[in-house]
Structures are given as C-alpha cells and as structure tokens.
C-alpha cells in the first residue's frame, strides 16, 4: 500500500479553523462586526459622500497580502470595514442623490444573512424545494401586481441587463423556432430590436452577445419630454421591413436613466401586435410605481408587456444583486433555456430555475424581496416610493425658487435642472458639488441639454439633507 493509501485510511484531520471556526467563536466575531459596522456607518453619515482614502496607502497595503502568511480574521474584518468606510461613494448615506443604488433596507439585510448561513443552491427545487418555491411565489405576486394572468413566470436575476438578455433570447426564441439551433442564421433577413435612444446602455452588450449584433439595435429618437416617438417607432418598422429586416421586439422603457421618463406603454403595445413583435417593458427601476396606488396609473400599458425587467435592488431598496424577469409566456421562457442532464436532482413536474434561466448554479435572491415585502406590504412599499417623489418635489420647488430651470417633467423621483445665469456649465457645478462632499449628484444629458440629474434613492431623506443638497448645489456659482 502506497503512502498515499495509507494516508487515506488514517485518522482526517481536524477542519481548517481560519475557515470553518467553533460556534463560540462565530458568534463572538460576528457580534463585534455588526458593532463595528454600526459604528462605521454612524461615522459615514458625518462625513463626506465621496471616497477619502489615500489610494497610493491603500494599493501598498493590499499588494502586502500575498497569501502566504494567514492573518487573524478579526484584524482582518477590522482592516476591510475601514477599507470601506473610507474607499466608496456612500450610497447609504441621504445626501446622495445619485444613480439608482438606495441603501437596503434591513429585512433584505436579514436575508442575505440567512442566504449566506444555509447557502441553498438554487438551480434545482429538488435540491432547495423551499427557496424555489419562495422566489416563485414572490414572481407571480409581481406579476399579479403589474397585471399578468396567472400563469405568468420568470425568476429573479443578477440585475436587469440580464434580464433584458433573457427577453431578447425569449423574443428570438417565439420569433423562428430553428433560432434554437441556427441562432440568428436561421432568420429570412437582418434581425432587429426597437427601443428608445434613451434606453438603458446595456442593450449594446446584450444584441452583441446574442448574435443579433450592435447594427441590430434599433434607437429611436424622444420627444422634448425624453419619451419614445411612438409614429417614429411604427415608421421605421415599416421602412424595416419592407428593407428585409425581421423585427423580433419592441423594448419600452417605464424609468428611463438619464429622466425618469415613462414612454408610451400602450401605444409600444399596439405597435408590437401589428408587426408580430415580443413586446417587452424595462421597468427596471419605474417598476416599483406599481406598489403605489397613486402611482400605479403612470404604468398604463405594463400589463400588455410579454415580459418585464424589475430590479428590486433599486427602488424596492434590497441588497445589491436582485432583479427580476417576469413573462406571460412560461411555455417559451422553458423552451429558450431547456437542456437535459442525468445528474440534476429535479422535482418531478417542476420548471428548476437551472431550466428557465441563463444561470445554473445561484445565490437565493429572492428572499431579499420576500422579506421585504412580508414586512412592509403593498402598503409601505408604496408610501416608501411616493416619499421619494415627495423628497423630488420639494427639491424642485426650492431649486425653480432660485432660478433654476427643471428640463424633465417626471412622475418618479428624478429630477433634472440647468443652472441659472452666473453659474459655471454643468460639469463644473456637479464636480464642485461631489468635491465639497456635501452631496452627491451627476451631470448628464437631457433632451439634447446638460443638466444636473437628482434622484431620491435613499428611504430615510430627511428635511436638513435636502437643505444640505440645496446649499452644496449653490455654493457652486
């Protein structure tokens, strides 16, 4: 018998401890982080937005971890939390009216602890009967809200371009039943996709990575109001098609990045049954205006969609890496990712998410959603969106009260606004604005005009932020 064998048959060694510590030991260490995590983001909210640290310190000091020499874990926790503190634009802070990344709220907080303790592998429900059946339930709760029949299904994603990507591929998919196996090749002509010049960006990635191609991506001009040229839209399909283009899908937009803008769902809607397009709505962000009774009607025309893109880690406020794709269309939605392997432990006459996802194996996403949702309801989720609109509004009234001008009329809560007379361009203000780190906005384009992009992103804004915020931005001139 060799060495090896010999070795095999004796006594295992004891689990590594810096990996797999004693119970006592967890608890202690994980009671001091979220005491010093507590600390930390008492501090954040002190200090400035933007990052602070010394990069050149910091790049020495983390070419000092060569993995060779094991450090003590808590040095370690101490070392990364300071790291952090110091080292990122403070989007849990309320002075940050920036891109749609709010700070999560606690429940979804709770969940990722809990993901990451039982770690359920969420490819098959033969494995996580539970955790699949969790993430169903919260879909068509969704997709009931935005008005999809009940058979409706989908599942949650990384984020919403790939979401956006899945209903590309459910789009190619109903459009040629060979795409399967010839991708776009099997296609009479050109294939095309339509969405708003103001989409989303990642929809040049994504006809990329589909084969459909950058050429394919179909941007079709705005109005002065940043929305959809709906006769433009229907114009050029027309001239597509008669030039031997294969149109496969509409894409509208209820959020748009750049405005907050909502295009014309319904018309979209029309104009994609005439031309036999799958009609998909990126509500990626708008989409939680559905858990509003007063907002709700702004979404007129969602629930003719074939399929959506909510993302719950914007303005449903959960912890990064939770989006959503719903679809009307479950038959198809299993046709696009189906694949057969003898050793997944499926549940007989279960659709496994590894069945009707680009993913296999994954995270338990959903449960930030379930959670949050369970504990807030319809109810504070909507009282949650609308006091973000609230927190919009009065910033407008008191920016148009010292003459600036609002270039979007937006039913969310993104406001945009050029600087009066005596201010330096756009650009300028912002970069004086996020080096004070007062506050923290963006500069971009609107309608074809520079302007200062404010979102209310963060659930606890309060009176004296939008002070601060209304005081960074004239400090500026």
């Given at each position: 018998m060799s060495g090896a064998d010999e070795n095999s048959q004796g006594e295992l060694a004891a689990p590594v401890a810096a990996l797999f510590a004693p119970r006592a030991?967890?608890?202690?260490?994980?009671e001091r982080l979220t005491r010093a995590l507590g600390a930390a983001l008492e501090r954040v909210g002190r200090g400035p937005v933007m990052p602070d640290i010394d990069m050149s310190r910091f790049r020495a000091e983390l070419a000092g971890f060569d993995f060779e020499t094991p450090q003590p874990l808590e040095r370690l926790l101490e070392w990364t939390t300071a790291q952090l503190e110091h080292g990122i634009v403070h989007m849990t802070e309320p002075r940050y009216f920036g891109l749609f990344n709010p700070p999560a709220n606690f429940p979804s907080q709770c969940a990722d602890r809990i993901t990451a303790a039982f770690n359920p592998q969420l490819a098959s429900s033969g494995s996580s009967p539970v955790p699949v059946a969790i993430e169903a339930h919260v879909v068509r709760a969704v997709a009931a809200r935005a008005g999809l029949p009940q058979e409706s299904a989908g599942h949650f994603t990384t984020a919403g371009s790939e979401a956006n990507c899945t209903a590309l591929i459910c789009a190619l998919t109903r459009a040629e039943r060979r795409f399967g196996t010839d991708g776009v090749r099997a296609f009479a002509g050109p294939v095309a996709l339509y969405t708003s010049r103001e989409c989303q960006p990642a929809w040049f990635k994504i006809v990329h990575a589909t084969g459909v191609?950058?050429?394919?991506?179909?941007l079709i001009a705005t109005n002065a109001r940043g929305e959809l040229e709906a006769d433009v839209l229907e114009?050029?399909?027309?001239?597509?098609?008669?030039?031997?283009m294969v149109p496969v899908m509409i894409s509208a937009t209820a959020g748009t990045t750049g405005g907050g803008m909502i295009d014309p769902l319904e018309r979209c809607a029309a104009i994609a049954r005439r031309f036999g397009c799958w009609y998909h709505v990126d509500a990626a962000w708008g989409g939680a205006a559905l858990c509003s009774e007063r907002l709700k009607g702004s979404l007129a025309g969602i629930e003719l969609a074939d399929s959506l893109t909510i993302d719950a880690h914007k303005w449903f406020a959960t912890t990064m890496g939770c989006g959503m794709f719903i679809t009307r269309h479950a038959a198809i939605l299993g046709e696009a990712f189906r694949v057969s392997t003898a050793f997944m432990p499926s549940a007989v006459g279960a659709l496994d998410p590894y069945l009707n996802s680009l993913q296999w194996s994954r995270r338990f996403m959903g449960l930030k959603l379930f959670l949050s949702l369970a504990a807030a309801g319809w109810q504070g989720y909507g009282t949650h969106v609308e006091r973000a609109v609230t927190v919009i509004a009065r910033v407008k009234a008191q920016l148009v009260s010292r003459?600036?001008?609002?270039?979007n009329d937006s039913q969310l809560a993104?406001?945009?606004v050029v600087p009066p007379p005596g201010y330096p361009d756009v650009r300028e203000v912002v970069r004086r604005v996020l080096a004070s780190g007062r506050a923290w906005v963006a500069a971009t384009s609107f309608a074809g005009r520079d302007v200062v992009r404010i979102c209310a992103t963060h659930g606890e804004i309060l009176a004296a932020d939008i002070d601060e915020l209304i005081a960074a931005l004239s400090a500026t001139r």
């Open positions: 030991e967890r608890e202690r260490i994980d191609g950058r050429g394919g991506l179909r114009e050029t399909l027309e001239r597509d098609v008669q030039g031997g003459g600036w001008t609002a270039a993104v406001l945009c």
